[in-house]
């Protein structure tokens, strides 16, 4: 089936610095990709949507300045978490969604980024 | 706006005994929900689609769309059964908004 391959899956980095996470469809072209954070004891919250070969589109109240997005191609799209902080601490998901008659979505495997 | 409720943050119930997950949904459109479910250390994965009106490892769901609910239930929970559960809601743009989730133990 359809896989989403997410690295890394632990990244600890410092204070200003910035990370990229990652996100790969392995054997299908994800022309869509969402990216999920989810805090401690809470829910997975939509950050954003990419497309490829177009602007991603971010919900109210993400920092697109903050959290890049680029869908570089139908199989790779990334976030990179910009002069990271530690409340951006947090566990990072990207999801893409299936096609034809198996309509779900596969999610990536998770990256937990933790701020120092 | 969509949203999807799950009241229960955590659900403890002995094997053997049914299990019950509720979730309920406010949206305006026809919706498609999804049961979603994470084991300890592993990835979400998708348990249920309300289109295949399927059961999966012993679950089922069934979309009330009078009572806007599609909860999940399984008649003989199972210690493997032990994770967390996503409801999710998909809107016509393709976007997947999620419940709170509900932890389930099932105790030996």
């Known amino acids: 089936g359809a896989v989403v391959s997410q690295h890394p899956s632990r990244v600890i980095c410092k204070s200003g610095t910035s990370v990229k996470i990652e996100c790969r469809s392995l054997?299908?072209?994800?022309?869509?990709m969402f990216w999920y954070r989810q805090f401690p004891k809470k829910s997975l919250m939509l950050m954003a949507t990419?497309?490829?070969?177009?602007?991603?589109?971010?919900e109210q109240g993400v920092e697109k300045d903050k959290f890049l997005i680029n869908h570089a191609s139908l199989t790779l799209s990334t976030l990179t978490v910009t002069s990271a902080h530690p409340e951006d601490s947090s566990f990072y998901i990207c999801?893409?969604?299936?096609?034809?008659?198996?309509?779900?979505?596969?999610f990536g495997s998770g990256t937990r980024l933790t701020v120092v | 706006a969509q949203r999807v409720t799950q009241p229960e943050k955590l659900l403890s119930v002995f094997k053997g005994a049914p299990v019950e997950l509720k979730c309920n949904y406010s949206?305006?459109?026809?919706?498609?929900l999804f049961w979603y479910v994470q084991y300890s250390r592993q990835r979400l994965q998708l348990l249920l689609r309300?289109?295949s009106r399927e059961s999966i490892k012993g679950f089922t769901a069934d979309l009330n769309k009078g009572e806007t609910s599609f909860h999940l239930k399984k008649p003989f929970a199972q210690e493997e059964d032990s994770a967390m559960y996503y409801c999710?809601?998909?809107?016509?743009?393709?976007?997947?908004?999620f419940g709170g989730g509900t932890r389930l133990m099932v105790k030996p």
């Open positions: 999801s893409a969604p299936g096609t034809g008659l198996s309509y779900g979505y596969t």
């Open positions: 309300h289109i």
């Open positions: 949206y305006s459109g026809s919706p498609e």
């Open positions: 990419s497309n490829e070969g177009s602007k991603a589109t971010y």
């Open positions: 054997d299908f072209q994800a022309t869509t």
């Open positions: 999710a809601l998909r809107n016509a743009g393709n976007m997947l908004t």
